[in-house]
């Protein structure tokens, strides 16, 4: 049996008592908090829950550990802080530990915590649903899990929230499949739809894939974009000297997917031109080997750096004139898009997935040039070499854009505006 340790407002003095989860039924009382002694299901012993919640309680359930301070951490703060405004309280289900600066932002804000498997499984559903409906929640709203992730239904509905809402940050294309995998798939969107009130793409090309090629309701599917934090990812207080080599960046995980491949060999073309610049590579992968020797090919050693993994990216994106990202995968959204706008730095980007929403179309905060074309790359980055300024004045202008669309907190605010009306 679990116990929980039990803080009652019912009278002027706060007391406490021990007791099970059938004696709080059975007892019918309005309690105001729990603190659960079970390691196994909450994040820390003890860990505080709430009984008595708000009519609009909002549950966060993620595939994901919040053990850092990124863009997905603020968020979550940002957001339960907005809605705590509006009257609601947030519960968060994370399958890891939060970190330190995590911690203290939840506790800061009154919002507990419950720990489950990473991945979640039946057992941790099971587990978590009745903590859930003593909450009361009005709705759940869950990230990086799939929309046809069978426990979804199962903790909805055994949690009596009323709407389920989910959001996307998924990449690639759905498979195209012929008849009659094609109408399984319909079958079992139209299934998820029963249950699930609205899906939220981190993009259009999430909405749009989630739309065409999942058969998702178009009337339950919308975008609202990720967001960066534009205060830590700003330009360099000092600018780029002109004097130095025209520096291009990459950085990402080292698989052929992300076109690392295809930089190389623009930058060959361009080394065969005379062009003087650099190149700067960042990240680690299970290719960066071949990567290297594929710069060895080409000639490129000496103009080429490969940096490895950075603990802090923002000095890499002040210190280079444009990064490339042409990547040949799907990508969802393409968060070092953002943070090197942010940072004022001027970015080419493939046509993959929801990159080019990002800086726009008609260069207006970076270049978007076809996927897997290095000489369309080659002869981009070479205009640049050759229009330093135009080069510098794209980078304002993505950093501009940046702040007035894909904050933090205009993520915050549109998250705010989507949530609320479908809590009344």
Not at 14 to 22: W, Y
Not at 261 to 275: N, S
Request: hydrophobic residues 40%; aromatic residues 6%; positive net charge.
């Amino acid at each position: 049996m679990t116990w929980y340790r039990i803080v009652s407002t019912r009278s002027a003095e706060c007391h406490t008592t021990l007791c099970s989860r059938d004696d709080i039924r059975l007892e019918g009382l309005s309690w105001q908090t729990i603190e659960v002694f079970n390691p196994a299901i909450v994040g820390h012993k003890p860990q505080s829950a709430v009984l008595a919640m708000p009519s609009r309680t909002v549950v966060q359930l993620l595939d994901f550990i919040p053990d850092a301070w990124r863009s997905m951490e603020q968020l979550l703060v940002g957001l339960a802080s907005r809605l705590r405004d509006e009257g609601c309280r947030t519960v968060h289900v994370f399958t890891g530990e939060p970190g330190e600066r995590m911690h203290a932002a939840l506790q800061a804000l009154d919002s507990p915590w419950l720990v489950v498997s990473d991945p979640m499984t039946a057992r941790d559903a099971r587990r978590i649903t009745p903590l859930l409906s003593d909450m009361n929640p009005a709705m759940i709203q869950t990230h990086f899990l799939s929309l046809f992730n069978p426990l979804l239904r199962r903790i909805k509905h055994g949690s009596g929230a009323r709407r389920l809402v989910i959001t996307d940050h998924s990449s690639g294309r759905a498979s195209a499949k012929a008849f009659p995998g094609s109408l399984l798939s319909r079958l079992r969107t139209r299934h998820a739809a029963t249950y699930i009130d609205q899906v939220i793409g981190v993009s259009q090309f999430v909405c749009r894939r989630d739309v065409e090629d999942v058969y998702f309701p178009a009337d339950k599917v919308r975008c609202i974009h990720n967001g960066v934090d534009v205060r830590r990812f700003a330009p360099a207080a000092t600018p780029r000297a002109d004097s130095r080599p025209f520096t291009i960046g990459f950085i990402g995980y080292h698989i052929p997917e992300k076109g690392l491949g295809t930089l190389l060999d623009a930058a060959a073309r361009l080394a065969a031109q005379q062009r003087d610049f650099r190149l700067e590579v960042a990240g680690t992968g299970p290719h960066t080997d071949a990567f290297r020797r594929q710069a060895a090919s080409l000639g490129l050693l000496a103009r080429t750096r490969f940096v490895g993994q950075l603990a802090d990216t923002v000095p890499f994106y002040q210190r280079i004139d444009v990064l490339a990202v042409p990547s040949e995968w799907e990508e969802a959204f393409g968060f070092v898009v953002a943070e090197a706008a942010a940072c004022g730095t001027c970015v080419v980007c493939s046509d993959a997935g929801g990159m080019p929403e990002i800086v726009g179309h008609r260069r207006e905060a970076g270049i978007v040039i076809p996927r897997g074309r290095a000489d369309t790359l080659a002869e981009t980055l070479a205009a640049l070499i050759d229009a330093p300024a135009e080069c510098r004045a794209i980078g304002l202008r993505a950093r501009e854009r940046m702040v007035r669309q894909f904050s933090i907190d205009a993520t915050v605010d549109a998250y705010t505006k989507t949530l609320l009306p479908l809590m009344r």
